[in-house]
């Protein structure tokens, strides 16, 4: 059976002229209502303190409501099964399940393993009616932020570009930045989600929008927030030093907190459907002309429903003057990494290599290289710098290596020549010749092999037979080995004389002291006298 409602309008008619005097029947056909339902007006005035013929002058907004809220029938509580009973019954298991986290299905299982059968729907409806399952937190909307202070920023795959040469087709993602207070929207198709990627796209923002934001909200995207923490995030070393060069703040989204950029959530499949869907884009730069294009012409001069202005008109109207200044020189990207030092005391750098001490061979440190500089960094401490280099260069310092090894590295015969001749004369015109070649680096071994010799042999000796060798115009290493070992071996160094320890000056007689004589003493006194 249907029933009309009623507005307050014909009530409040009803009651006007009712207090004017008019008859109920008359009441009914200038109305159009019920005979019955006029009477039912009637009776829950009276019963409200109305009083027949009062004059309309009485008749105000609160008695009114006072009338309404007596003909509002009570609820009819629904008629309930004997599912409901046994909810009601095991109302105590249920709860403490629920409470425990389990499953509102997990919980009808076991309520059927323990001989108590209810249908799910009921269960729900037990849960939510009885028990408040499933109701959320009360959702409260956060301060609007002034203009240009912050942009929020998310990233997403997006489409595949159209076939290249190769028939192969490759997906593209973007980083979307919207404006908080306007709206206003930029995008930036790229190919790979990186640190560097995401201050490129940055700085095309702020070139973009002709400044910088003063607060920068990402999600939880590893390349810019190492790790997630609702209190304390670890930014990358980076985008940390990058956010210090443009003076801005990063404010990190919650991990799995929508709410945290609720006003432009659900940026990823707009962009997506709306900018991307149904081009045909042959190149990144095709993706990045179109992106442009729609954010100013199509999305920015489209209404926004919840401002009700045009993203872009409203973005230049009262948010572009309060910008930071935009960056006027391109920025560096720093590259960070962890190298480890390897046994030829060289680690690698965007596949360059670079020295460093003895000391850190095996180590592993933390680098940093920009454009011009490669810092390399040990507990924090820096240890090493070298100028930047291509990949495939080696920047080497000779300080960093034993000279003698540093020598053989570098070809260099003059150290060679150098060393022999602190040996002595005859070594070095003996080396000289061995290096006298037109490939003198190939007769480096050689020349480590004299000095070898005057380390097991002395100087002198070494000398010595090197000038009977260069008499002879004799040049071969073997031969000064076999004349060194047959030779006359090394004179010894002179011992030390036997010096003649004196008698004691103040010997005292074995009568002197109180402890008796060894038994060899004795024997040598052949008086037996005690001493």
Known sequence: MAFREVTMLEIKEVLLLWLSGVAKKAIARQVGLDRNTVRSYIKAAIQSGFAEGAGAVFLTDEHVAMVVERLRAPPVEPMRGESWKRCEQERAFIEDRLAKGVLLSKVQRLLKRKGVPVPYATLHRFAVKELGFGEGAPSIPVADCEPGEEVQVDTGWM????????????????????????????????????????????????????????????????????????????????????????????????????????????????????CFRGERLQTLEDARRRSDYWALEEYGMRRHTRTQRLPRECFEAEEKARLLPAPSEPYDVPLYCDPRVGCDQHASIAKALYSLPREFRRKKLRARADRTIVRFYLNGQLIKTHPRKPPGGRSTDPNDFPPEQMAYASRDTAFLLREAQKRGAEVGHFAKALLDTPLPWTRMRACFALLGLCRRYGDQRVDETCKLALAAQMHDLHRLERMLKLGPPAPKPPQPENNVVPLARYLRPAEQYALPLASRERKKNPEGEKP
């Open 159 to 274: 489409t595949l570009l159209e076939p290249d040469l190769f028939g192969k087709r490759r997906r593209f993602r973007a980083w979307i930045f919207t404006s908080v207070y306007s709206r206003h929207r930029f995008v930036y198709p790229c190919f790979r989600e990186t640190t560097a990627t995401a201050i490129e796209a940055c700085e095309a923002a702020w070139a973009y929008f002709g400044g910088v934001f003063k607060v920068l909200i990402p999600d939880n995207t590893k390349t810019i927030v190492q790790k997630a923490d609702p209190l304390k995030p670890l930014i990358t070393e980076a985008f940390r030093e990058y956010s210090q060069a443009r003076r801005f703040h990063i404010d990190p989204a919650r991990s799995r907190c929508p709410k945290d950029k609720a006003r432009v959530e659900r940026t990823v499949p707009t962009v997506r459907e709306d």
